[in-house]
């Protein structure tokens, strides 16, 4: 099991910044890859941002490339999500997962955290 918690949202203005974190424990950490989702009030929850287990491979959904960055920290078991110009429409729960490989369904999912981005 790979428990997993999301820190870091909160209400930020428009054009602003936030950094989301998502702390892992259980099994090692830098087996899984890790994934950044978020589900925005009355929609599907979407990919956001996929790392692999050493960080050589990176993917983005389009509507964040180039303003979201996703990192992590296999020393400290955490993943972030760097996320510059906000928009309104980037308001939602952001979940952190954690998948086998990088083709694999997410097998662990973190609890959430809300992010609201005024206009």
């Known amino acids: 099991q790979v428990q997993l918690v999301e820190s870091g949202g909160g209400l930020v203005q428009a054009g602003g910044s936030l950094r989301l974190s998502c702390l892992a424990s259980g099994r090692p950490f830098s087996n899984y890859a890790m994934d950044w989702f978020r589900q925005a009030p009355g929609k599907e929850r979407e990919f956001v941002a996929r790392?692999?287990?050493?960080?050589?491979?990176?993917s983005y959904a389009d509507s964040v490339k180039g303003r979201f960055t996703i990192s992590r920290d296999n020393a400290k078991n955490t993943v972030y999500l760097q996320m510059n110009s906000l928009k309104p429409e980037d308001t939602a729960i952001y979940y952190c997962a954690a998948r086998a490989d990088w083709f694999a369904e997410p097998r662990y999912w973190g609890q959430g955290t809300q992010v609201t981005v005024s206009s």
């Open positions: 790392i692999s287990t050493g960080s050589g491979t990176i």
